[in-house]
């Protein structure tokens, strides 16, 4: 199993971003997907999780309102659309998916997650 996350970059303040996430090796629409980041000296955070069907997501709290996740199940992507970045949205954000299997529950711990990309970088300028 395969995950690519990408189109993180260097934004300015109050910019946005549109993350994805792909995946190979496993049929990605069956499962839950989330999206964590960690920055330096800091713990790997949640940021947002979505269903396998798309009709249920979970946010954290600090990103409500300004990111919304999104999946395109024929394209086996999903997006992660970032608005009004802040300085502390800089981090490198991962994508993970594996679990649970077609399940209105979203997992919001990366322990309840088997699958991860390698992570692609956002920087938020001042």
């Known amino acids: 199993v395969q995950l690519q996350a990408s189109w993180g970059g260097l934004v300015q303040a109050g910019g946005s971003l549109r993350l994805s996430c792909a995946a190979s090796?496993?049929?990605?629409?069956?499962?839950?997907v989330g999206w964590f980041r960690q920055a330096p000296g800091k713990e790997r955070e949640f940021v947002a999780a979505?269903?396998?069907?798309?009709?249920?997501?979970n946010y954290a709290d600090s990103v409500k309102g300004r990111f919304t996740i999104s999946r395109d199940n024929a394209k086996n992507t999903v997006s992660l659309q970032m608005s009004s970045l802040k300085p502390e949205d800089t981090a490198v954000h991962y994508c993970?998916?594996?679990?649970?299997?077609?399940?209105?529950?979203?997992?919001?711990?990366?322990?309840?997650?088997?699958?991860w990309g390698q992570g692609t970088l956002v920087t938020v300028s001042s």
């Open positions: 993970a998916t594996g679990s649970p299997y077609r399940s209105n529950y979203v997992p919001k711990s990366p322990q309840e997650y088997d699958y």
């Open positions: 090796g496993l049929t990605f629409s069956n499962y839950a």
């Open positions: 979505i269903n396998w069907s798309g009709s249920s997501r």
